[in-house]
């Protein structure tokens, strides 16, 4: 019985001892997700000056 209780005992510390390594990756990843968002919008926010440049430009060549 002490065995069983044992090895039930290692297998919740494994158990423990993933989870938190799972909450840790799960905090990076969201962190990398806002990192990722925010440089998306300031990709985006480039793109869309450029964009409007160039109209600005298309609009000023002669017919």
Do not use: F, W
């Not at 938190?20 to 799960?26: F, K, L």
């Not at 806002?34 to 480039?46: A, D």
Request: aromatic share 4%; net charge neutral; no cysteine.
């Amino acid at each position: 019985m002490q065995a069983e209780l044992d090895a039930l005992e290692t297998k919740l510390a494994q158990i423990l001892e993933r989870y938190q390594a799972m909450r840790g990756e799960n905090l990076k990843l969201r962190q990398q997700v806002v990192s990722l968002e925010n440089t998306n919008k300031r990709l985006h926010e480039r793109l869309e000056e450029a964009r409007t440049r160039m109209e600005s430009l298309y609009n000023r060549l002669p017919d």
